[in-house]
């Protein structure tokens, strides 16, 4: 569904389902809004009533799908693209907005035998905030008059707590910025102080940004429902600038990547960590993080498969108190964070 500004309004249902592999879906544009060939929205607006159906029913990948728009994305839909009963591995869907996203929806991309699919949010600055601060009511009875398409350039793109909650019990999260000169804060990634991103599985978060990212808030992983343990793994990387944390955040998850450009430096040592393994490459400004207990120096493994930024394993001494790692550049390798490059979406099925 292409054109200018493009609606999913109450009641709309697309379904590209497939015995043998979902199929690709685009709502406003391509992949990034790169494709020349596919024209772009300008606008887009999919209402918290409208559904997006890309499965494989029987045995194969979930599908691709795409929702862009070069101004304004306003998502409060649903999107399915699962891999099939029998076997296959989720899908991938993006939901993007080239200047500003809200974001107030549902995807699963979940596999019964299979891995589980990522979901690609890519705005230019993010705010993640607690319930109290965002509106997740997308539906036409609370936006209309031409609401749907309203936008305002210089307001951070939003992310209410429980919406990226939910998107972490169905999929891998891969929020993305970049930077611009008409954006409010050139790329920046900020988890408001309040804000609480939990989740109780496997799955992976990635916070990627351009210019920084400030973390206020508490992230919060364990290994299921029921354990208490540090689960998931989190990816902390910036292009420029640097990732700092607040003496009220908190972080508890499994594995910790983190990573920023030649200028930036990652300090997580003013909150409260509870992590199982590091691993990262920081530049000037250092690679610093206190944590609770006994902490592994080590290689974190990216969605890919592929050991990222690996150095010597070894468990630090079990501590009485807080302990500070410094991981340096010298000591770690210095291979790219996973990205966009890491997360080519499938190919539709044929």
Aim: with cysteine; net charge neutral; glycine share 16%.
């Amino acid at each position: 569904m292409l054109g200018e500004r493009v609606g999913l309004m109450a009641g709309t249902r697309i379904e590209a389902n497939g015995g043998t592999g979902g199929g690709s879906i685009r709502i406003g544009g391509d992949y990034q809004g790169a494709n020349a060939d596919v024209q772009n929205a300008a606008r887009t607006y999919v209402d918290g009533k409208a559904r997006i159906e890309a499965d494989a029913t029987r045995n194969g990948d979930g599908g691709r799908v795409i929702v862009w728009s070069d101004e304004l994305t306003r998502f409060g839909g649903s999107i399915s693209a699962r891999g099939g009963k029998a076997g296959g591995d989720g899908g991938f869907a993006e939901v993007s907005g080239k200047q500003q996203l809200q974001y107030a929806g549902r995807a699963d991309l979940r596999a019964p035998k299979g891995a589980v699919g990522t979901l690609l949010l890519d705005p230019l600055d993010v705010n993640i905030v607690d319930d109290g601060d965002g509106s997740t009511n997308m539906n036409n009875s609370s936006v209309s008059g031409g609401q749907q398409f309203s936008y305002n350039g210089n307001e951070p793109g939003t992310i209410t707590e429980s919406d990226l909650n939910s998107a972490l019990a169905t999929a891998n999260v891969q929020v993305t910025t970049s930077a611009s000169v008409s954006s409010a804060n050139g790329g920046l990634i900020t988890l408001e102080s309040g804000a609480s991103i939990n989740w109780n599985n496997g799955n992976k978060l990635w916070l990627q940004a351009d210019a920084g990212i400030v973390l206020d808030g508490t992230i919060n992983a364990t290994a299921s429902p029921s354990s208490a343990s540090p689960g998931g793994s989190l990816y902390l990387t910036t292009v420029a600038g640097n990732i700092t944390q607040s003496a009220g955040s908190t972080i508890k998850v499994a594995n910790l990547y983190g990573s920023t450009g030649s200028t930036g430096g990652l300090d997580l040592t003013a909150g409260t960590n509870n992590v199982r393994v590091v691993a990262g490459a920081a530049g000037s400004g250092g690679f610093k993080i206190t944590n609770a207990e006994s902490l592994t120096i080590g290689s974190v493994t990216d969605g890919t498969g592929r050991a990222r930024a690996a150095a010597a394993s070894r468990p630090a001494a079990a501590p009485s108190r807080s302990r500070r790692a410094a991981v340096s550049r010298s000591r770690t390798a210095a291979t790219s964070p996973p990205g966009p490059s890491c997360w080519s979406p499938p190919a539709p099925a044929t």
